[in-house]
């Protein structure tokens, strides 16, 4: 928070710039662009990462300033992507007609993103291998995200979810840490060790964001179908007849808050809560292993141990007031 308030001012100029690489010719577009950077706000301030990780190798966070605008291009144009898939109505409020926001949408996530990395301000040498990682992270997390919505439950466990979960959450932080390497003028193997942390953070911060789900009531997992590694971890936590139930309640959840709620309850038992802990504690040893492999500078390597930290609390408790809460708020 305070490296993002220290460098807001950047940010935002370098957020103005990206949108004037557009043209005179595409008014429409970039205010159509801007519409939507305006109404997608982050709660958590993850678009300073790549400028952590070029400060760790470096010293200096600010030549990373135009990842930051790359990160939060991306993310604000795949959270829209998935509010559409997901059938929710919340391009309206943009100001926008759907097939507008939809084109914006596209603008935001690859074109744009790939203006910002051939700017000057980024050393000629580095252009084409940063615009390489913003493809990579498209098909990836396109990879991902088709995962998620097929909502596969045949053969389902906690290795195949973090499969979806390092498409559609990892590929995104593993590219703009990967790039904040490149641009560092990093060899491929450190870069490589930069990906895998971006990778394994975005696994730390989708199950940081599962518990929310619950937590919050917004219970847009229950609602969508989706195949969550809590849900991975219930159905290795049954067996038989008791699986096939948990499989029964999945797939009614999405019209039965009396299925919801019986889902919920089997989500949050004990033993189930168990095998989710141990996994949100896998992820985060693996995360700060790599951290101390890298090494690099102390201060902004400390920083990334800290957000590591941050990301992987467990939250859900066992108790039934969490299931009885979910009834009342689907």
């Known amino acids: 928070m305070d490296l993002h308030r220290e460098m807001s001012a950047d940010i935002e100029e370098e957020r103005k710039s990206a949108l004037a690489m557009l043209g005179p010719s595409a008014a429409s577009v970039r205010a159509a662009v801007a519409d939507l950077m305006e109404h997608r706000t982050f709660t958590y301030p993850h678009s300073v990462l790549p400028m952590i990780v070029h400060a760790v190798e470096t010293g200096a966070p600010g030549p990373a300033v135009p990842l930051a605008v790359v990160h939060e291009l991306w993310w604000t144009s795949a959270c829209y992507l998935d509010d559409l898939a997901d059938g929710q109505g919340v391009l309206a409020a943009v100001g926008l007609r759907e097939s507008e926001a939809l084109l914006a949408t596209l603008i935001s996530g690859i074109p744009l993103p790939l203006l910002v990395v051939q700017s000057p301000r980024i050393p000629e040498q580095a252009r084409g291998p940063?615009?390489?990682?913003?493809?990579?992270?498209?098909?990836?997390?396109?990879?991902?995200?088709?995962?998620?919505?097929?909502?596969?439950?045949?053969?389902?466990?906690?290795?195949?979810?973090?499969?979806?979960?390092?498409?559609?959450?990892?590929?995104?932080?593993?590219?703009?840490?990967?790039?904040?390497?490149?641009?560092?003028?990093?060899?491929?193997?450190?870069?490589?060790?930069?990906?895998?942390?971006?990778?394994?953070?975005?696994v730390l911060w989708q199950l940081f964001n599962d518990q929310q789900d619950i937590l919050t009531g917004r219970n847009e997992d229950l609602a969508n179908g989706t195949v969550t590694y809590?849900?991975?971890?219930?159905?290795?936590?049954?067996?038989?007849?008791?699986?096939?139930?948990?499989?029964?309640?999945?797939?009614?959840?999405?019209?039965?808050?009396?299925?919801?709620?019986?889902?919920?309850?089997?989500?949050?038992?004990?033993?189930?809560?168990?095998?989710?802990?141990q996994g949100i504690g896998a992820f985060r040893d693996r995360a700060h292993r790599l951290l101390r492999e890298l090494g690099g500078d102390a201060a902004y390597s400390t920083l990334l141990h800290d957000l590591v930290d941050r990301a992987s609390p467990m939250l859900l408790p066992a108790v039934e007031s969490v299931a009885r809460a979910v009834s009342t708020q689907l």
Request: aromatic content about 6%; some cysteine; proline content about 2%.
């Open 130 to 202: 940063l615009s390489a990682e913003i493809v990579r992270c498209w098909i990836d997390a396109t990879e991902g995200q088709l995962r998620d919505l097929r909502a596969d439950v045949d053969g389902i466990t906690r290795d195949t979810v973090v499969a979806a979960y390092r498409g559609k959450s990892g590929s995104p932080y593993s590219m703009v840490t990967a790039m904040a390497a490149r641009l560092a003028g990093r060899s491929d193997e450190r870069v490589e060790l930069w990906r895998e942390f971006g990778n394994v953070f975005g």
């Open 230 to 277: 809590l849900l991975a971890c219930a159905l290795e936590s049954a067996d038989g007849d008791a699986a096939d139930h948990v499989l029964e309640l999945h797939t009614a959840a999405r019209r039965s808050p009396d299925a919801a709620a019986a889902l919920t309850g089997i989500l949050l038992a004990p033993d189930v809560l168990r095998r989710f802990e």
